[in-house]
């Protein structure tokens, strides 16, 4: 896979698509959330066990 700065545009996207990427958000402000929330101890901690 190979990372570029201009952004991919889908002028036709399918509503399973949408539907997909839409999954994909929420489950990322999800996960931000979660660290937001988590006292730096417990950050801390979880990021020398990983």
Do not use: G
């Not at 399973?16 to 489950?27: F, G, T, V, W």
Request: no cysteine; proline share 6%; glycine share 0%.
């Amino acid at each position: 896979m190979s990372y570029t700065k201009e952004p991919l545009v889908i002028s036709n996207p399918s509503e399973k698509l949408l539907k997909a990427i839409e999954e994909l958000r929420r489950n990322k402000l999800a996960k931000l959330e979660k660290l937001r929330n988590m006292k730096p101890e417990e950050f801390n901690r979880r990021v020398i066990l990983a």
